[in-house]
């Protein structure tokens, strides 16, 4: 089984999200077997909203998590959110994670 994580922040875009997760959940059900499992993420504990108002309750991006890959999903305000301690996360994420995926504005994010 392949781990993933999905790293949300404020306003992420729940098309985005459902259109990462939704590949991953179909996979397990054609393979009639769990191929994938994910867990949301966030970089701070509390609720996360959508830019369409769905609500996550992401569990945090610890130092102790890993996985086959994380999905970086920031949306609106992108560029706000390259701060230092984000960025630096972002790195330690990565030396953890086989592979770091930039999904909407992730891609700058990660850039």
């Given amino acids: 089984m392949r781990t993933v994580s999905m790293l949300l922040f404020e306003g992420f875009s ?3 999200l459902a259109n990462a997760v939704e590949p991953l959940r179909a996979a397990n059900m054609l393979s009639r ?6 867990t949301f ?6 609720t996360l ?5 769905l609500a996550v309750q992401p569990k945090l991006l610890s130092h ?3 996985g086959a890959a994380l999905f970086v999903m920031p949306s609106y305000g ?3 959110l390259a701060t230092p301690d984000c960025l630096c996360r972002l790195r330690a994420a990565a030396r953890r994670f ?3 995926v930039g999904l909407d504005t992730g ?3 990660l850039a």
Avoid: E, F, I
Avoid at 33 to 38: D, S
């Fill in 14 to 16: 729940n098309l985005c």
């Fill in 33 to 38: 077997r769990t191929l994938y499992a994910w």
């Fill in 41 to 46: 993420r966030g970089l701070d504990s509390g």
């Fill in 49 to 53: 909203t959508s830019s369409s108002g």
């Fill in 64 to 66: 102790d998590c890993s």
């Fill in 78 to 80: 992108h560029a706000a």
């Fill in 98 to 100: 086989d592979l770091l």
């Fill in 107 to 109: 891609s700058w994010l």
